[in-house]
C-alpha cells in the first residue's frame, strides 16, 4: 500500500512537469537557406546581404532560445523580421512568445509564418504552426465591436480601434477592457467587457445627440409666477374694495340714533349688515389672493431653477413627458389656484 502512495505521486510529479513544460516541445526551425528566388513573396526587396545578416540574428535568437532566454530570444528574432521577413522567422519569434506567455503576440506571428503555405518552413513546422495557432487562441477570447454613429472615434483600451460607422472584431487577452465611443456634441458611451479564453463578446455602441433640453416648455413655470402675480393683484383690488365697504359702514353706523348706546341687529338693519358682511368677505379674499399669489410666484421661481435648460441625449420623440396644468379656484369665499404636475 505505501508503494502504491509513492507511485501515485511520482506519477503526478511527471503530469506537472510534461504540462509545464508543453511549450518547450515544438522545437525551433533551423536558419533558412539565404538563397531562393527573388520572387518569393519574403525574398522580395531583400538582398542577399540584408538576408545574412538577417540570418545571423535569427541564429543568435536559436542559441538564446535553448538556454532558455526567451526574452532576449525575442529581441534577436525580432530584429531579424526586421530586415527579412521571413516565414521561420516568425514561427520560432512565436515559439519564444508562448514560453513567455505572450499568446496575443504569439497568435499575430503564427499567423504571419502560416500566409505562405508549407514551402519556406517545410511540412513539418508548418502542421506545427498550425497546432501551435489552436492552442494559442484557447488562451485568448474575441470582442466584435460596432458604431453605426458617422464619425465617431471608437477606442479600446484607450488605443482607436477605427471610426464609425463600422465595426471591427479583435483577439484579446482574457481579462477585463474597456470600450469607449465619443463624438463632439454626442453623448459618450463606455462599456467594461471581460473577455473570457475561447470566448467570442458583442458590443454595439450608439451614440445619441445631445441636444439642449427642459423639463417643460420654457413658459410655464413664467405662466406660474404670472398667475401668482395676478392673484396678488386681484388680493390688492379686493382689499381696496373691502376698506371702502368697511369706510361706508363706519359712515353710516355712526348716524344711527343708537350708535353710542350700542346698536342690535334690528337697529342696524339687513342693508347695512350685508355692507358689512360683504366687506369682511372681501377681506378674507384678499388675504387668501396674497397668500396663494406668494405660494404661486415662490413656486414658479423654484421651477425656473429646475426647468434651466441643460445637454441630453435625444430620446424617442414618444418618450413619456412631463407637463404642467393650472386650474383656478374661484367660490364664494375662495380665491386660489391649483398646479399639477404630472410625468
Known sequence: MKLARISIFVGVITCVLVATSAPLRAQVTEAPNIAGSDNMPWNRGVTVETRIAARELFLEGNRLFKIPLFSQAVEKYTQAIAQWKHPAFYFNLALAEINLGQYLE?????????????????????????????????????????????????????????????????????????????????????KHVTVVPGARETVDLTLNKLIEDRPWAAWKPWAIVGAGVGLAAAGGILQSFSARNFDAYDATFSKLDCAAAGCTTEQIGPHLNDKLNRAKLERNLAFGGYAAGGLAIAGGVVLLYINRPHLTEQEDATRNSTDIAIVPMVSGDTLGMTVMISH
Open 106 to 190: 504569439a497568435r499575430e506571428d503564427l499567423e504571419e509564418s502560416l500566409k505562405s503555405g508549407e514551402q519556406p518552413l517545410r511540412a513539418d513546422r508548418f502542421a506545427e504552426a498550425q497546432k501551435q495557432l489552436v492552442e494559442v487562441k484557447r488562451h485568448l477570447g474575441r470582442i466584435h465591436v460596432s458604431c453605426p454613429t458617422p464619425g465617431a472615434e471608437v477606442t479600446l483600451d484607450g488605443a482607436v480601434l477605427f471610426v464609425g460607422p463600422g465595426e471591427r472584431e479583435v483577439w484579446l487577452k482574457a481579462q477585463a477592457h474597456e470600450v469607449i465611443a465619443k463624438k463632439q456634441a454626442y453623448g459618450t458611451q463606455s
